[in-house]
């Protein structure tokens, strides 16, 4: 946002310097971002008097000038052709840098005759593109400097303009009343009466509008316009000219002057339309597909269905809010123009802007948000100004909608402010506060205006207090004595859990990765994602469109990358949260790991071999021990298209809560994420580890027994698609209270056992807990295993 220190001083009566008003800006949030100030460009450049002016001897163009300065009298030589005796000049004397030309004037020599000093244009000043010749002062007194001599004769020349970076929540500040309201309650000046005018029209408009019933919600509220007819169009003022000039805009037309002026002054963007060339009345509606407009900017725009524009029978004249239609724009030639101020849906306006790559001040407002109450007075303040400027005759003003009510109020609680800002402010000084930013104060309410659509609660009503008291004023201060003793704990058990899960597996070796929630689409269909319930609005890039199924992604892309570099052997996990859908409850936090290549580096010993379903079962047990998970688990094949069929399983407490999975990975899915394999892997469901129903502080008491365990070992011959887990459960079961562990330690398949049979080898440990067990006791255990292993397996004891 650019303005000027002339244009911000006809809505403040302040007489504060220029570095006062810009630190106050920026600590206001109001970010001064430039300042472009004549006086700092200018402040070398002096004025001369040219006493004589002869032909150079060696040049027809070329004057050789004596001038008379500050500094005594200097020889100048100078090709313009008004140079000559007689006249009051702007003199560059050596040492001096012109912006205009960018150079430093030094003394040199033009032909053969030494020139000490330069006379400049105001092109050479940057003053204006007047470059035929050199500046001739109707007045001034040799060695005044020429920014002094502006600032009494000139003033417009020497401005200052500042250049302020505004926040998407501050629409107002995007006008400069709306920057001198916020410096005048911050005591920078004092603000001056807003302008007002009302113009009684003469006549009804010839042209009507209208707003269809389709566009009123969600895109434009209130519609209201004027015909003014007999202008003449003509260039603007100088002063408009120059003010406009100084922000960075190109005076184009009266017309157009006055709307661009709005739309800085006052933050209201505005349009005219050439009446004459405008067919019918005015409508507001959205389009339809395949429907064009050549824009003001001559470029040509195709709209897509459900972009609001405004039509007249013949077809779109404007982009709605965003930019008008060169059909209809106002040119020399105009006579009869028809005045627009409407209250657009910001949404709306961002979408369409966005899609049609249109980048307008209008846009850039209309998005953000203007203020609705003004509409009205808009129309009046600008119709008065083309009465002023281009004269003619103005109509009655025609409205279709309404202007919407967006009166609010809230609360000001004045303790609050030390609770959220740690600021001591007096009561009465913060409702002075907000009544000088234009909230109307009744008792402890506050009514926001119509221009703050960033208030939206009580504590913005605090915020505003405490910006504009400067939050520079905080102190630091040390915090009150805590209470003695110890403190609870912060962390809930799902915190603790994943902690305890985090450190398990960095213990086991693993080394942990951090990556995106975002993949790209074909990695999130590979593990059952990708779908348009979890895909992003707006994503950072194409890599990174959807949320994550599954944390496996992440792991084999980062796997893939370190495999490209040279690392074959990896083993790496994440703990983080993946998505099944687009709704808050479809995610959840999970452990995954991931096991590539081999066990070890290479050794003379053999020991190195290729990472297997067993490894990635060995950790998650392990993990799964660690966070409470009960040492029985039970084990389900039917696994997810992503893990090997034959090579995984699922870990599981009963048929419905699954605790994760391991095993290897499909190689379909290996290849897809560019990983050489082997890959193992194992994911664990945090939350679905049932927690324990004790909350002591206490573990509970060691229970040992000091008499001699018996191990037994059994061999059964069971068929070969009996899983081990059966035959382990089986002998688990045959006493509860004397088995203590049961585990493999043996498979033979094949040999004397025939197709389809394989032997699984058993060690069970007995332990007594009272007594020493005899061999009668001991056999009869072993009878209960043969029994209970042979009827769950359909096996046979192996001779």
């Known amino acids: 946002m650019k303005f000027t220190l002339s244009w911000l001083k006809d809505h403040l009566d302040t007489d504060a310097s220029v570095d006062e008003i810009t630190y106050a800006l920026t600590d206001l949030g109001l970010e001064v971002e430039e300042v472009v100030n004549p006086y700092d460009t200018l402040a070398n450049f002096t004025l001369g008097y040219v006493e004589t002016a002869e032909k150079h001897p060696d040049a027809d163009r070329l004057n050789v000038c004596q001038v008379k300065t500050d500094e005594g009298m200097k020889q100048i030589i100078c090709g313009a052709p008004n140079a000559r005796a007689g006249i009051t000049v702007v003199v560059a ?47 001034g007194e040799v060695g005044q400097r020429f920014v002094d001599w502006l600032a009494e004769n000139d003033p417009v020349k020497v401005d200052v303009m500042i250049d302020i ?10 006008g400069v009343r709306g920057i001198a309201r916020d410096l005048a309650a911050r005591g920078i000046g004092v603000l001056k009466p807003a302008p007002s005018a009302a113009v009684e029209g003469s006549f009804d408009s010839p042209i009507n509008v209208s707003i269809d019933a389709d566009t009123r919600e969600n895109g434009c509220e209130v519609f209201m316009g004027r015909l003014i007819k007999g202008v003449k169009n003509s260039p603007s003022p100088a002063w408009l000219q120059q003010r406009l000039k100084a922000i960075g805009l190109r005076p184009i037309s009266a017309l157009v002057d006055i709307t661009n002026f709005f739309t800085y002054d006052q933050n209201r963007p505005l349009h005219v339309f050439d009446a004459d060339k405008v067919t019918g009345d005015l409508r507001v509606h959205r389009t339809s597909d395949e429907e064009t407009l050549v824009g003001l900017d001559e470029k040509e725009y195709r709209f897509s269905a ?5 039509s007249d029978d013949s077809g779109v004249e404007s982009i709605a809010g965003i930019m008008g239609g060169l059909h209809t724009g106002c040119t020399d030639g105009t006579e009869n123009v028809f005045l627009e101020a409407a209250v657009w849906d910001t949404i709306q306006i961002a979408k369409t802007g966005r899609a049609l790559k249109i980048n307008s001040d209008a846009r850039y407002r209309n998005e953000r948000g203007i203020d609705p109450a003004f509409n009205s007075l808009a129309i009046e303040l600008a119709t008065q100004m083309i009465l002023d400027l281009c004269g003619g005759e103005a109509s009655r003003v025609v409205t279709a909608g309404e202007v919407p009510d967006v009166s609010r109020s809230y609360r000001l609680d004045t303790d609050r402010v030390q609770r959220l800002v740690g600021m001591e402010i007096a009561p009465d000084t913060q409702r002075a506060t907000l009544t000088a930013l234009g909230f109307t104060m009744d008792g402890d309410m506050a009514q926001v205006p119509s221009w703050r659509p960033d208030v939206q609660g009580e504590a913005d009503l605090i915020e505003e207090v405490a910006r504009v008291a400067s939050l520079t004023k905080l102190e630091g201060k040390p915090m009150a004595r805590a209470q003695i003793g110890v403190p609870k704990p912060i962390l809930t058990p799902m915190q603790k859990r994943e902690g305890m899960s985090r450190r398990t597996a960095a213990a086991l070796g693993y080394n942990e990765c951090v990556t995106y ?43 893939a990358r370190n495999q490209a570099r040279g690392f074959m052997d ?39 071999r290729p990472v297997d379903a067993f490894d990635a079962k060995a950790d998650a047990e392990a ?31 009963g048929p419905k809560n699954v605790l994760g999975a391991f095993g290897e990975l499909h190689p379909k899915a290996i290849e897809a994420m560019d990983v050489k394999g082997p890959v193992v892997a194992f994911a664990i469901h945090i939350a679905n580890v049932p927690f324990p129903k004790s909350k002591g502080a206490t573990r509970a008491a060691l229970k040992s027994s000091d008499l001699q ?8 011959v069971v068929d070969t698609d009996v899983e081990a887990i059966k035959v382990i459960n089986a002998a688990q079961g045959a006493d509860k209270a004397l088995i203590e562990n049961v585990r493999v330690f043996d498979e033979f398949i094949g040999g ?26 001991i056999e009869a255990v072993a009878e209960k295993i043969i029994t209970k292993v042979t009827k769950a397996t359909g096996g046979t004891l192996r001779g």
């Open 752 to 777: 004397s056992l025939g197709d389809g049979k394989k032997s699984l080898a058993i060690s069970v440990r007995l332990q007594p807990a009272d007594k020493t067990l005899t061999e009668k006791e």
């Open 623 to 653: 993990i799964l021990a660690s966070i409470g998970a009960p040492t029985k688990l039970q084990y389900n094949r039917e696994m997810n298209a992503w893990w090997h069929p034959g090579r995984s399983s699922k870990l599981c407490l």
């Open 709 to 716: 365990s018996v191990e037994r070992d059994f061999a059964f």
């Open 306 to 310: 459900g972009q609001v524009v405004i």
């Open 165 to 174: 970076a505004i926040t998407p929540n501050r629409p107002d500040a995007l």
């Open 570 to 608: 990896l083993a790496l996990f994440e703990v983080g949260p993946v998505f099944h859908g687009g709704e808050p409850g479809e995610q959840e936090t999970l452990i995954t790991g991931i096991l590539v290549g081999h066990t070890g580096p290479k050794d003379r010993f053999g020991a190195r």
């Open 93 to 139: 004397k050596p040492g001096t840098y012109v912006p205009g030309i960018d150079t430093t004037i030094q003394i040199g020599k033009i032909r053969g005759v030494e020139s000490h000093g330069m006379m400049a244009s105001e092109r050479e000043m940057e003053l204006s593109d007047e470059h035929d010749g050199i500046i001739e002062l109707p007045s």
């Open 517 to 559: 929630s975002f993949i790209d689409q074909p990695s999130a269909a590979v593990f059952g994602g990708g779908s348009d319930a979890a895909k992003l609005e707006n994503p950072i890039s194409n890599e990174m469109s959807h949320m994550r199924p599954s944390l496996l992604p992440g792991l084999l892309q980062a796997a």
